[in-house]
């Protein structure tokens, strides 16, 4: 087949085979007739067997292609006993295979009982009976050796002699009745003796060559064509004609050709996938689909799609129709299966690069317009690119559906636009968040630090108003998001809760500050007077109602912060805490009844929910407890600065102790009045005992008590000394400054020269009025 190049035929090419007893010039009347090459008899060694099984040539010089068996010849003596099962199988091959069968036969066996062409005959009959469905074929009787009986007296006695044997053959019942011309087209033909009319006998086989031309059109020589194998499938039908026939099986023609066409659309069509895979361009588009979007895809690989099912039309189109089609589908299938990773790949790298292009023109696009429109319009236009991108890619030969590839970017696009509204959105509440954070914590914190009774109603009104404001402005920031109302309210509402809690927050922080909150306010109270002026202790202050105010206050700071009120719902921890901590304290409290039932015995308020309770009555009571502690030691020195101030304060002695001093100091009081140096002296002794006085602060060392006055005197004893001295020196060592001092002050007005001469006088004697936390302090009279 590859040597001849039968497979480009298609159903143009034709069959003939010769069938006859050996050593009667099969081969020799094949060569001349054909021009083949077969192996011919050599008449000088003798007559013996010189085909051997059958063989195949091509006709030379004739149209269409027509191939040429050469049968065994029947009736050999080197076979033996295998000659009739040969012989049958031989036969049956060929009718099998063969358009044409040449019968060759002796001219004197022509009417004879016992001719060697009569088991032929019977053997090409009966082997016709297993074949189901059998073509009709063309049975040539060539006469050799023709003698001069014309061929009209020879030819009606050979058809009898054909009939004879159809009718002895026995049949199938459903051919019972059948006549030879259905299974036959007897034609007979004579030839001249070769060896002795040569020329004749060339001449005749000439003219018989003619008849072959064309034999397969209409009228030709080959006749039926019904079950004509393509000839690109004649080999494998060959061989399985064989293989049934060693088998001993009968034939199904129908059934064989459809077998033929299955195997041979088959392998046709796995060369075409092999042809297709091996495609440089198919390779490049597999490749380049691997790592990017390429467009053109569809087209392209369409157009090669195509001249592959073209390809294969081409050569399966002399095919069974219903095997062809079927295996056209399957090929056209395969080659999908094969495009289809690549189209999967292809659509995958679309999808992704159009939503990549979304991303960066949707954030560009916020720039300009609001989310909603920004996002409906992106999206509209870029799912209309991905169509576009998809019809570029479909192929032509098949409808892939694109709709979960695009229903997959619709739901990226969807996720993406939710994450940036998200984030827009989260940006957004983190601003008025913010906002309302910073309007609420530090007038919050400033409000709860005062603890008034207004301090709640005044935090209620602030988070109200601050609130309203904050989401009035969100309100309006979220318009361009276009929300359901559902979302909206919820983000809305979520402001609410956020201002309430930075307040509940704040409120949480400061209660855990609560106990420094009191020391700090009662601290203030007590400390200072109503002018905010540091609290003098000159004796004359009431310290109980003082302290009493101070922790009242303080009180009050602590059921401020016991709990959050930001809803208007009464209470009564004021009322219950001034009666445990404050009111508890008074004489006349002490009732053993009110003893046994302590209203801060508990863990939580009335009337009031245990999530906004900051500070439980039991803590409240030892927070209370704690306080009072802390600042008992404020009030206690407090009590001791009054004392000690009403004990400097009070210099003079007893009148009893001066009566006793005007009694028992007589007689020196005498004695000074008589030597007057004495009391020079004692009045020297008393001015420099003054000025140490004055200069080492004695008075108000002793104000901190009596040790550690003594400690610092002791230190500042002789400094105080080696001063006044110097001071002393410096005066005396400037006499001549006083007249010229004395009369510049003479020039002076009045009131300065009063002015300068009362501060000389204060700065020369001591210092005067001091502040100090006990109290102010006077200096020296005689300073004065």
Known sequence: MKEVRLGECGLSYA????????????????????GTNFREMDAFRGRSQTTKGIWLAKAQNIEPCTLVMDLEGTDGRE??????????????????????????????????????????????????????????????FVIRDKSRTPLENLEPILREDIQKIWDSVPKPHAHKETPLSEF??????????????EELFKQQVSDLRDRFQHS??????????RGVVPASGFSFSSQQFWKVIKENKDLDLPAHKVMVATVRCEEIGNEKVASFTADEEWQQFEEAVQHDYCPGFGKKISSLLDRCLSEYDMEAIYFDEGVRSSKRQQLESKLLQLVNPAYQSLMGHLRTKTLEAFKESFDKALEKEGFAAAARDCTQTFLEKFDKGSEDAAIQQVNWDTSKVKDKLKRDIEAHVASVRA???????????????????????????????????????????????????????????????????????????????VVESKAKEEAGRVLIRMKDR?????????DSMPRVWTGK??????????????????????AIRLEEDGDNIENTLSLALVDAGRPGTTDRSIQLSDPLASSSWERVPEEKTLITPVQCKNLWRQFKAETEYTVTQAIAA?????????????????????????NEFMTLLRNPLYLLVIFVVYLVGKAIWVQSEIGREFQHGFLPAILSLSTKFVPTIMNILKRLADEGQRPAAAPERQREMELQPKSTRNGSSYSNVTSAGSSSVTTSEIGPEYSSPVAQ
């Open 522 to 530: 009662f601290s203030t109270l007590f400390s200072r007077d109503a």
């Open 15 to 34: 069959v003939v085979s010769i069938m006859g007893p050996q050593s009667s010039g099969k081969s020799t009347l094949l060569n001349h007739l054909f």
């Open 423 to 501: 984030t827009k959105l989260s940006e957004v509440c983190a601003k008025y968040e913010a906002q309302l954070t910073k309007a609420l914590a530090e007038p919050v914190e400033a409000l709860l630090d005062s603890a008034s009774e207004d301090t709640w109603p005044a935090i209620r009104k602030l988070l109200e108003r601050e609130t309203k404001a904050a989401v009035i402005g969100l309100e309006s920031a979220v318009t361009s998001f276009e929300l359901d109302e559902a979302t909206e309210k919820e983000l809305l509402m979520k402001l609410e809760k956020h201002g309430k809690s």
């Open 541 to 562: 202050e009431d310290i109980k109602a003082i302290t009493k105010t101070a922790r009242s206050a303080s009180m009050k700071l602590l059921s401020t912060m016991a």
């Open 642 to 666: 009054q004392e000690a101030n009403k004990r400097n304060n009070n210099w003079l002695p007893p009148p009893w102790a001066l009566a006793a001093m005007a009694i028992l100091g007589f």
């Open 79 to 140: 076979r033996g006993e295998d000659d009739t099962a040969f012989e049958k199988q031989s036969a049956l091959f060929a009718l099998a295979v063969s358009d044409i069968v040449l019968i060759n036969m002796w001219c004197h066996d022509i009417g004879r009982e016992q001719a060697a062409n009569k088991p032929l005959l019977k053997t090409v009959f009966q082997v016709m009976m297993r074949l189901f469905s059998p073509r009709k074929t063309t049975l040539l």
């Open 216 to 225: 397969i059109a209409p009228g030709g020589l080959a006749g039926d064509r």
């Open 184 to 197: 036959f087209d007897v034609q007979v033909v004579a030839l001249s003796s070769y060896e002795e009319k």
